[in-house]
């Protein structure tokens, strides 16, 4: 009931969001002024041998976000105490936009338009990043000692000078400060299209001028202190998209992290986002691992366990339904019958420019492949719609079923829709499925394990592993479709390919850090750390093999 009348009055539901927010920031910050209590001898002199060593950029930029202040805090220690020279970048509250700020926020866009974040997340954001720096003595780098106020007016004039569609395309040498500004923006209206959206064009302008400040900030800085490696959370939107375009040009070594699904796991790359290195990760880091009873029993335990999240802090039903007669009377499917699954993403979910995509975007390739199942009776088609839709860290603004209905006000009789809200298990249901058809979800890991041959036409990262029929190409996908129904399951030999890059994917570049745990929120997480002592090198494996992927650059993988 509550709910309901906070839904109804949007403001009220602003208010107790942010307070919220800030209530869960102050319990569950890292407070390294109380780790540090009984250790500061032994701090400092581990500040002062870092004097001479590698210079690690912390770019945690966005100081609020608490999944980066509390994970890069812990870099910061860690990789001081390893001898490093850790500098820390933090927004002061000077950006436009930034990827903290959504469209839930500002029921009331005007003010968003008017003021950007100023008037309430940034009271929220550099102040509490500073005071959980500062204990550490580490050099903490503003954004503001980079930038002049003729910037600030010169970025403004820039903004006003374009047109959207000039902007999606602006690079400021060589950076394309127009993409990740366009990604801000769909991230900040949670939807892959800013159409119909009124204000539409002055929120892009507050993200463009974002990035171009983050664009020239960054520059400054680093052609002012060299660093030998920037590390920072995602590596997309504004400004940590920037962040990464513009170290790689001044030829800095570029680490980026996320939280992954196994709790207390952690998943970094080296170059560039985990978007897209995982895509193109060498085969050869997983395919001639030695591969063990052992090592099969404990990867398909832990993928039966995702049935129903127990092993994560990422999942999206708290009661999913296996029942296949009630999944078949909710849904109309005949699972006695050849039937594809097509599984979804969240549409603006990190909508990045893809060079091997089949398709423009997701949309069109639903789209298309229903078109094509329209023609093929014989055959099923299941579409599971991504459960994040409402249940991820923003509710989708652009629902697919609804840009489905667009088009498809009656769906073609073999076509079948699981919506977002449904409880249907999607292990359940696509496990009875001939074959999948997939666009980025990671579930492509997860069926080529269980013998579920995978179409990819997206970016998913279980491509180019030589393992799914990976489409470059409408055409290529097509035949690919033309194929179906296939044959009996994927040969052994493809599954245990498979098993194997899965085992790599969830056990090895899943990064095990015990010292961290779930917060107040089971979305977030936070430290458990009560001495420095514990961050030794040599204490904890995990965050040994980070530490040396940041200072040396070898390889984010953890082995047994």
Not at 137 to 153: A, E, K, M, V
Not at 351 to 368: C, G, R, S
Not at 470 to 489: F, K, M, R, T
Request: glycine share 6%.
């Amino acid at each position: 009931m509550i709910k309901e009348f906070l839904k109804r009055n949007k403001s009220l539901h602003r208010r107790v969001k942010l307070y919220k927010r800030r209530q869960r920031i102050i319990r569950d910050q890292p407070r390294w002024d109380l780790v540090l209590k009984g250790s500061l001898n032994q701090w400092q002199n581990a500040l002062k041998a870092a004097q001479t060593g590698s210079k690690i950029l912390v770019a945690t930029s966005v100081g609020g976000e608490i999944h980066s202040i509390t994970l890069e805090s812990l870099l910061a220690v860690g990789l001081t105490l390893r001898g490093a020279q850790v500098h820390i970048l933090l927004c002061d509250g000077i950006l436009p936009a930034c990827f903290w700020c959504d469209v839930s926020f500002y029921p009331k866009q005007d003010l968003f338009v008017n003021h950007g974040p100023k008037r309430d997340l940034c009271n929220d954001c550099f102040p509490l990043a500073d005071r959980i720096y500062k204990p550490l003595g580490l050099t903490i780098h503003r954004y503001s000692h980079f930038l002049t106020q003729t910037d600030y007016q010169q970025a403004k004039e820039i903004a006003s000078s374009l047109t959207i569609a000039e902007i999606e395309k602006y690079t400021l040498n060589g950076v394309a400060v127009g993409e990740h500004a366009l990604a801000g923006a769909l991230r900040f209206y949670a939807r892959a299209s800013l159409e119909g959206e009124p204000n539409a064009e002055p929120i892009l302008k507050r993200y463009f001028q974002a990035a171009i400040l983050t664009t020239w900030a960054t520059r400054r800085l680093l052609q002012t202190v060299k660093v030998d490696c920037a590390v920072f959370n995602h590596g997309i939107y504004v400004p940590q998209g920037l962040t990464g375009e513009v170290a790689r040009q001044e030829g800095v070594r570029v680490v980026n992290w996320n939280p992954a699904y196994r709790k207390q796991c952690f998943i970094f790359s080296h170059h560039q986002t985990y978007h897209h290195q995982l895509m193109w990760e060498p085969v050869s880091n997983w395919e001639t691992i030695p591969w063990t009873s052992q090592m099969e029993q404990k990867l398909m335990d832990y993928l039966k366990s995702r049935w129903q999240g127990t092993q994560d802090w990422i999942w999206f039903h708290e009661s999913p339904q296996f029942d296949l007669t009630k999944i078949t009377d909710a849904v109309g499917v005949d699972f006695s019958r050849p039937c594809i699954g097509l599984l979804t993403n969240v549409m603006w979910d990190a909508q990045l420019h893809y060079p091997v995509n089949a398709f423009p975007n997701m949309l069109e390739w639903v789209l298309t492949t229903i078109r094509y199942f329209a023609k093929r009776p014989e055959l099923q088609l299941l579409i599971r719609i991504h459960p994040a839709e409402i249940r991820g860290t923003l509710r989708s603004r652009q629902p697919l079923f609804e840009e489905i209905r667009q088009v498809f006000p009656t769906l073609p009789p073999n076509v079948f829709v699981i919506p977002p809200e449904s409880p249907v298990s999607t292990y359940a249901a696509i496990l009875q499925c001939n074959a999948a058809l997939i666009y980025g979800t990671k579930m492509g890991v997860e069926l080529t394990s269980m013998g579920i041959p995978v179409i990819v036409a997206g970016e998913a990262w279980i491509r180019n592993k030589g393992i799914t029929m990976d489409a470059s190409s409408v055409e290529e996908y097509v035949q690919y479709l033309d194929q179906l129904p296939l044959g009996d399951g994927l040969p052994e030999a493809i599954i245990k390919r498979a098993r194997k890059y899965a085992y790599h994917f969830f056990f090895r570049r899943m990064i095990p850090l015990e010292m961290t745990t779930e917060a107040s929120n089971p979305s977030e997480f936070k430290l458990q750390v009560s001495d420095v002592n514990e961050l030794i090198p040599g204490k904890s494996k995990g965050l040994d093999v980070i530490c040396d992927g940041i200072l040396t650059g070898t390889e984010f993988i953890y082995t047994n």
